[in-house]
């Protein structure tokens, strides 16, 4: 699968921004966003099933980031609201191209995801 996502800019802080994922190629059972920050390690946002459209989120991001998916546009959004600067990072956009239904406890970690996309970088000025 490959992914590129885009979206990504200069917001200030209690402002928004929509990050958009487009896949091609194989079919996918998952698609997740991640971020990392200048010097950490890179961490999970939340994460949507392509079949049923369920979401699934880490828990300091649920409340104010929203996922969504267009399967029409094998697409995947990342809407983010009342960003603040500590959400400043490159997001990146991955997917789970494996057979059979996920299993939701191991969706969280980066090692769940086999193609990645090229990230997007986001900057919230205080």
């Known amino acids: 699968v490959q992914l590129q996502a885009s979206g990504g800019g200069l917001a200030q802080a209690g402002g928004s921004l929509r990050l958009s994922c487009a896949a091609f190629?194989?079919?996918?059972?998952?698609m997740a966003w991640f971020r990392q920050a200048p010097g950490k390690e890179r961490e999970f946002v939340g994460g949507?099933?392509?079949?049923?459209?369920?979401?699934f989120y880490a828990r300091s991001m649920k409340g104010r980031f929203t996922i969504s998916r267009d399967k029409s546009k094998n697409a995947m959004y990342l809407q983010m609201n009342s960003l603040e600067p500590e959400h400043s990072a490159v997001y990146y956009c991955?997917?789970?191209?494996?057979?059979?239904?996920?299993?939701?406890?191991?969706?969280?970690?980066?090692?769940?995801?086999?193609?990645w996309g090229q990230g997007t970088l986001v900057t919230v000025s205080s």
């Open positions: 991955a997917a789970d191209s494996r057979n059979g239904n996920p299993i939701m406890s191991t969706m969280y970690s980066k090692a769940a995801y086999d193609s």
């Open positions: 190629g194989r079919t996918f059972r998952a």
């Open positions: 949507i099933r392509w079949g049923d459209g369920s979401t």
